[in-house]
């Protein structure tokens, strides 16, 4: 299962990626600086801005996919963790897919209105996107959260066994935070994120991962102080083993026979 929730993490990075460039380069190509411009810009290019929105919430499947797994590793090696919180995970995958779709289907319809309309004001498109269906907001602040609790619960714990790195786990908790406060864009984390964490699944993360991969049991991901102590020790093991004592050399008087033996003959 290691190899197709790695896959499913570089899927999720290819996703991610192609949502960015679909919804950036070609339904916003405009770059609109404003609702106003924003509006019509979207109206352009209508395909290219419900297809960003699809790899959007194939990106967020695929997430779901990736933490599923390390959940179950983590769970495996901390029985203690709740089994309810995958279903949490799952759901809120759904929620938060479903949610992107339906949210650029109207903002699409808000946009025809909008154009259709005599009055073209910045206000005029602030209070068109104010007045959004209720149910597609509460659905994708639903789906967003419990991705973002997700995230949180399922790093921590695998920081806690072993699974993964301090670092990693912490990159991985900031991917949880950036979902319900977009301080910053969370998918440049979040592709960075995916794509360690499918080289850890592989063993494939240059430096190795941590033993409890190997041994099932919880057991702290080395630190690079403790890899570098580990390989000092290995290396003096090695210049101090004995050498191997030479074989005994036959004694003078046997290999005299030995040659009597072959002249006689």
Do not use: C
């Not at 910053?184 to 699944?201: C, D, K, N, S, T």
């Not at 240059?206 to 919880?218: F, S, Y």
């Not at 390989?231 to 036959?250: F, I, K, L, Q």
């Amino acid at each position: 299962m290691g190899r197709l929730a790695a896959a499913a993490a570089f899927v999720s990075v290819a996703l991610l990626v192609g949502y960015v460039v679909v919804q950036q380069v070609i339904a916003l190509a405009d770059r609109p600086s404003n609702s106003a411009e924003f509006l019509p810009a979207i109206d352009k290019h209508p395909g290219a801005w419900v297809t960003a929105a699809v790899l959007q919430g194939l990106s967020v499947l695929a997430l779901a996919v990736v933490l599923w797994y390390l959940f179950a590793a983590t769970r495996y090696r901390q029985p203690a963790l709740p089994g309810w919180a995958v279903y949490i995970l799952f759901v809120a995958a759904v929620l938060l897919a479903a949610a992107s779709v339906a949210s650029a289907l109207s903002q699409l319809d808000i946009a025809d209105r909008f154009l259709a309309s005599a009055n073209h004001s910045k206000k005029h498109a602030d209070d068109l996107l104010g007045d959004r269906s209720t149910a597609s907001v509460a659905l994708g602040a639903a789906g967003a959260l419990g991705i973002a609790l997700s995230l949180v619960l399922i790093n921590v714990n695998a920081m806690r066994v072993g699974l993964v790195s301090r670092f990693l786990g912490i990159v991985g908790v900031l991917v949880g935070g950036l979902q319900v406060l977009p301080l910053l864009p969370p998918f440049v984390l979040e592709i960075a994120w995916l794509g360690a964490i499918g080289l850890v699944f592989l063993d494939r993360w240059p430096a190795g991962r941590g033993p409890a991969w190997e041994t099932g049991e919880a057991i702290p991901w080395p630190t690079a102080a403790q890899r570098a102590d580990a390989r000092m020790e290995a290396e003096d093991a090695d210049e101090t083993a004995p050498e191997p004592s030479p074989e005994p050399s036959e004694p003078s008087s046997q290999r005299s026979n030995k040659r009597k033996r072959k002249r006689r003959r």
